[in-house]
């Protein structure tokens, strides 16, 4: 077949990269290596145009085993136990295919941590939807959330976390992405580079079948009016299958009899082949008749090409096959010799006894395009906005309307359909700043948190990058946790036009300055370019999924209010900034102006004293002040735990919006006991922390004088009706 | 006491029950789905999970399992048995609890915390609970609403065999608190001759206040007077 000019368009590959391919493999490529070629350098796989920024993140710490470029990262969290972890988005197929993408999302974010042999303990998820009005919206909710929990209650993992968003920008397409957490033995991590020549490598797990083919490319493209027409190129999954091959692949790993391991996720067994080879710099010679196939007449194209889900491959020790071959044997899956480990660099495959296509290995891997694509720089917006001049509106309308409304609504409609508890380790569940798993068996605990702020990194990236970091990081301190880590998945529209470039870039360089200021390092992560349909790209959505450590389970604390009497001490300073705050868009519609202010080193300080304050057990309850201000953080309090708060009215801010919605950073809530306020301020003034206290716990009624009381009833109902009436 | 699990390549409960067993030493075997032959045991458990994957109605599939066929000989000759969640739907296809649980009334994945009560304490499960003591378990599935023909249903009430129904905080038992649509708020229900208890609720998820709650323990408790 000759390669014709449609035929490289339709592989998603640019004339120069063609002449690149010619040039590198020394002749025109046929049909199966034009494939290859297309799986591996396309966006989702190459990185061709952020790995040139991604270098810049901080990436190491004295708690990182493994940072980003494996399977997922591996951190140390002391005594022989590490944390697996990595965030990954399934956008594309979850917009086209709402239950399977979300399903498969989350099948595939799970391999990743157990390939690399740790026992998942936590799933995650951020989802972002297009406006509620937008006629797709509901069925993509329903789907997405239903395939979410689809294929984690199945497996047996708990959906602990997550964060559910709906802004028009993502009516034509949605993110989806999905995080996992694995617990493994820091002596028994297994990595992908392939070692020795003449091993075998065994395919294990389900057959390849025709779903999925060229996934990557599709999630590598812009949609347009055809998008529908994509639906074959989603894969299908099977959570039973994964279960029993995540199994099969936990008692394998007792053994040694695994050199390397890799997942077969986007560009399947292409992608696998040529990682494990090009890591281990060796050749791989694949036979291709021996791929366990779900239908007859299947082409080697297919077959290097499809996305079946739920597969793995193996390098394995010699005479080692046997006794690994039972195991999966037990466990009802295919296990199949289909090549070896070669010294040719090459990746070299054959069908029926001839060579079919042949490639050098770096031609796929470290010769892969690479792009510093033009970016522009966003400048800080003004303030032009005089709250003066507004329609005045109550407080406690304000308040109502702001938590009835979907974004700020309860989400127990989504997190109900999440089995949480199975595992038995979740000592906090979804609903709260972070989630907490317990260590099997042990004292300690993780906490984990997945963050995003898309309308403050659209105003001005550089800043909105370094907010969530921050974010993450106050959430787990805000259970007690100490900050260890972050994996991130980078969200953005078409890279090719310089102002997404530019927000990504900037994005990076605000993570960059938060994670070395906080020593919170990246250890994985995942971009996702093309989002976006017919030149319409998303706003920037970088999500930061975070992990902390806690040394003793017990010493958890959660933004529950415990005791009438206590008092709640703001930490941090109110300036009452309302850019981009949750107040100025639900109420105004104004979506302009600049985010609010990072101040690093007063999130340091101040994060740092709280979990002082949290570990010397002085704070009874504790939460993190973010969208909504002030105002909802102290109504989220009273909601979950029953109590009410009676708040103080501000002495200083003239202006009473800005006092209670103000989303200025760096701030906590704690609820202290009268008896241990000495101790507090006492702490507090020895590392110069502003505080301040701003209400007492009370029953049955949320309220400040003069402005409004409602009862925790009328609250908790306000805040629970949107999801159920949608 | 000698207890044993049943153990499907999808069951994935099973664990969080061994070591809810181990807490209270119980000395437990884990059965694999393959084997011909059962330890001995006074307790045999079919745990929560998706057994076989479920894709067709849940539990049809393990309820012809070969394990199955012992299970059933053990269970009629007086052995105690437990089916919790997917437990309880095999047991019922395999006809030794009679009736069948039908998808939740919403149609969708359920997982919370709810509120049941020991309404029938006088057996072998729930002695150390007291008699309509208020409960705090959790539920996650998508098959819970009991559903049986109104003589079985009668004969239920009648002769005290519905150890558990869901109810609120306060204990009133009403449709509100009804979760997954269940006639008459069943959330459990034993054999004529009580020895085999299926119930949807997991009480082996309660059974540690740092995590969860500690209402599920006295049902191991029981087990062990």
């Not at chain 1, 604390?557 to 109110?574: A, R, S």
Request: proline share 4%.
């Amino acid at each position: 077949m000759k390669i014709t000019n449609s035929i490289i368009e339709k592989h998603g590959l640019k004339a120069d990269e063609y002449s690149k391919i010619k040039e590198l493999i020394k002749k025109e490529p046929n049909l199966l290596e034009l494939g290859i070629f297309s799986a591996m350098w396309n966006e989702h796989c190459s990185y061709k145009s952020s790995r040139i920024h991604l270098k810049s993140l901080p990436t190491k710490g004295k708690q990182v085993i493994q940072g980003p470029g494996e399977n997922a990262g591996v951190i140390d969290i002391g005594d022989d136990d590490a944390i697996i972890f990595k965030i990954e988005s399934h956008n594309h197929p979850s917009y086209i295919e709402p239950y399977q993408g979300a399903a498969t999302g989350v099948g595939g974010i799970l391999r990743d941590v157990f390939t690399m042999g740790a026992r998942p303990i936590a799933l995650l998820n951020s989802i972002h939807f297009g406006s509620p009005d937008h006629p797709k919206t509901k069925a993509l909710l329903s789907g997405v959330v239903s395939g979410i929990g689809g294929y984690g209650n199945c497996i047996g993992i708990p959906t602990v976390a997550g964060e559910t968003k709906f802004d028009s920008t993502y009516n034509e397409n949605i993110l989806v992405n999905a995080m996992a957490v694995g617990h493994a033995n820091k002596n028994k991590i297994f990595y992908s580079k392939a070692k020795g020549l003449n091993k075998s490598v065994v395919y294990v797990g389900s057959k390849t079948g025709r779903d999925g083919i060229h996934g990557a490319s599709m999630a590598s493209a812009e949609f347009d009016e055809n998008s529908e027409d994509k639906r074959p190129t989603v894969q299908v999954g099977d959570p039973f299958t994964e279960k029993l091959l995540m199994e099969a692949c936990l008692e394998l790993m007792k053994d040694k009899s695994i050199i390397s391991i890799q997942d077969m996720g986007a560009a399947g067994l292409t992608s696998a082949s040529v990682e494990m080879a090009s890591k281990g710099e060796l050749g791989i010679e694949l036979y291709l008749d021996k791929v366990p196939c779900r239908e007859v007449g299947m082409t080697p194209y297919e077959m290097m090409l499809s996305e079946s889900q739920e597969r793995m491959l193996i390098i394995i020790e010699d005479k080692k096959e046997k006794e690994a071959k039972k195991i999966f044997e037990k466990w009802d899956l295919d296990f199949a010799v289909i090549g070896k480990t070669t010294d040719t660099n090459n990746l070299t495959l054959k069908f029926e006894n001839e060579i079919i296509g042949e490639i050098p290995i770096d031609a796929l891997a470290s010769k892969a395009p690479l792009y510093d694509r033009k970016w522009t720089r966003k400048k800080l917006p003004k303030k032009e906005i005089n709250i003066k001049d507004l329609k005045k509106i109550k407080l406690e309308d304000a308040l109502l309307k702001i938590l009835s409304s979907p974004n700020q609504s309860n989400k127990s409609w989504i997190t109900e359909q999440f089995d949480q508890m199975v595992m038995t380790d979740t000592a906090q569940r979804s609903g709260a700043d972070a989630a907490i798993i317990r260590i099997h068996n042990k004292k300690k605990a993780i906490a984990v948190t997945v963050d995003s702020s898309a309308n403050y990194c659209k105003a001005h990236p550089l800043t909105g990058g370094k907010q969530i970091v921050c974010e993450s990081w106050r959430n787990l301190i805000s259970l007690g946790a100490k900050p260890i880590a972050i994996t991130n998945c980078l969200n953005f529209g078409n890279p090719e036009n310089p102002k997404v470039m530019g927000e990504f870039a900037e994005c990076l360089m605000g993570i960059k300055e938060a994670c070395e200021f906080l020593d919170f390092p990246v250890v994985s992560g995942n971009v996702s370019f093309y989002n976006g349909t017919n030149k319409k790209n998303i706003d920037p959505t970088p999500v930061i999924g975070g992990v902390g450590l806690l040394q003793i389970t017990e010493n958890k604390i959660n933004h529950l209010l415990k005791k009438e009497g206590n008092i709640i001490m703001q930490i941090g300073k109110t300036f009452g900034h309302l850019y981009q705050s949750i107040f100025f868009k639900e109420i105004y519609s104004i979506t302009e102006g600049p985010p609010p202010e990072v101040n690093l080193s007063n999130e340091k300080n101040n994060g740092e004293v709280v979990l002082k304050l949290i570990n010397n057990k002085l704070v009874a309850s504790a939460h993190d002040v973010s969208s909504g201000g002030l105002i909802i953080a102290c109504a989220e309090m009273c909601m979950t735990s029953g109590y009410g708060l009676k708040i103080e009215k501000p002495q200083k801010l003239s202006n009473l919006m800005e006092h209670c919605f103000g989303e200025d950073q760096g701030r906590y809530l704690l609820e202290i006991d009268p008896i241990n306020i000495p101790n507090v301020l006492k702490i507090l003034s020895a590392n110069n922390i502003f505080n301040e206290s701003i209400a007492t716990v009370q029953k049955d009624y949320f309220e400040m004088s003069s402005e409004f009381k409602i009862s925790i009833n009328d609250l908790y109902k306000t805040n629970n009706k949107w999801y159920n009436n949608y | 006491m000698n207890s044993s699990i049943i153990v499907f390549p999808g069951s994935n409960c099973d664990r969080d029950i061994a070591v809810a067993l181990k807490k209270f030493q119980f000395k437990n075997t884990m059965v694999w789905h393959k084997d011909v032959t059962l330890p001995k045991s006074d307790l045999i458990i079919v745990p929560g999970g998706f057994s076989y994957g479920d894709y067709l109605r849940s539990g049809a599939i393990a309820a012809k399992s070969n394990i199955l066929n012992e299970v059933i000989k053990k269970a009629n000759d007086g052995c105690l048995v437990l089916g919790i969640c997917n437990g309880f739907q095999i047991l019922t296809e395999t006809g030794l609890l009679k009736g069948v649980l039908l998808r939740n009334k919403n149609l969708k994945f359920l997982g919370k915390d709810v509120y049941v009560k020991a309404v029938n304490i006088n057996n072998k499960f729930c002695n150390k609970y007291k008699q309509d003591q208020v409960l705090r378990f959790n539920i996650a599935h998508n098959e819970g609403n009991y559903f049986t023909n109104s003589d079985h249903l009668k004969e239920l009430e009648d002769k005290n065999l519905i150890p558990f129904k869901y109810c609120d905080k306060k204990g009133n038992i009403n449709e509100e608190n009804n979760p997954n649509g269940s006639l008459n708020n069943i959330a459990g229900i034993f054999n004529d001759k009580k020895n085999i208890l299926g119930m949807m609720p997991h009480p082996e998820r309660m059974v540690d206040q740092t995590i969860s709650g500690d209402d599920g323990i006295n049902l191991f408790t029981s087990l062990l007077n």
